[in-house]
């Protein structure tokens, strides 16, 4: 099985492993490949709701691998056990959403392994909440799937509780430190996403906080420092 864009970016930052844990499986394609390329010994695809499970069954059946690829129906962590807790995926969904899924089974979080975290919107929400609860992003990716750029977030609990400020939630620190080819489309778009923030504010109250992206809220002197900050950052480029 071959994987590209948001997918593929996933399945290369897979390490190999016991097992691999895929939260909101959908079609089960990234256990697929997990197995198929010897990656892990075995594989548990979960998903909250019973149709894309469904799917996600017969596609494992579909490639023989019923014994190595299990399907569990269950509420972001709830399906997996703690010592199932190797390598584990969460992709395909919002940031805040995903936080919520690592703040609900915490203890779960903690004893994986690795996480890889694909939030297809404000991945801000999530990357603060690493960073104030003792997980430490070691990498992130850049992919373009279908005219959209997504960021891979790699983090692990080392118990180091780290304070950043909005800047480097927003944009991203690992990625500004990173060479990754996307990173200056992906910048271009997050200096977008500010300019039409700090436009929309109402000018009777710009100081009100306000909403960015699901559920971060920065008032318009914190969205416009950010978008300086960025400014000058392109500048040096």
């Known amino acids: ?25 959908d079609h089960a394609f990234i256990p697929i490949y997990a197995v198929v390329a010897s990656l892990c010994e075995k ?12 799917t996600a069954r017969k596609n494992i059946i579909k490639h023989g691998l019923e014994s190595r690829i299990e399907t569990r129906l269950g509420n972001g962590l709830e399906p997996i056990s703690e010592p199932e807790c190797d390598v584990t995926v ?4 919002g940031g805040p959403l995903i936080r919520r899924i690592l703040a ?12 890889l975290l694909q939030p297809n919107n404000a991945p801000e929400a999530l990357r603060k909440w690493l960073y104030e609860n003792g997980f430490s ?20 609990w080392t118990g180091i509780y780290e304070n950043h400020d909005d800047f480097d939630c927003y944009i991203g620190r690992k990625l500004l430190e ?8 992906y910048l271009m778009k997050k200096l977008g996403e500010l300019g039409t923030i700090i436009d929309g504010r109402s000018k ?4 009100k906080p306000r909403r960015v992206g699901y559920d971060t809220y920065m008032d318009s002197k914190t969205c416009m420092e950010i978008r300086d900050r ?6 040096g480029k």
């Open 1 to 25: 099985m071959n994987l590209d864009g948001r997918l593929g970016m996933i399945a290369e930052n897979i390490p190999r492993c016991s097992i691999l844990a895929d939260i909101g499986t």
């Open 43 to 54: 594989a548990v695809a979960a998903d909250v709701r019973p149709g894309p499970l469904m």
């Open 90 to 93: 969460i992709a395909g969904m």
């Open 104 to 115: 609900e089974s915490s203890e779960k979080a903690k004893k994986c392994r690795l996480l």
């Open 137 to 156: 992003i070691i990498g992130e990716d850049l992919a373009e799937d279908s005219g959209k750029l997504y960021c891979l977030i790699k983090a692990k």
């Open 178 to 185: 990173s060479d990754d080819p996307l990173i200056i489309p």
């Open 204 to 207: 009777a109250d710009p100081g």
């Open 230 to 235: 960025l400014l000058d950052y392109l500048d």
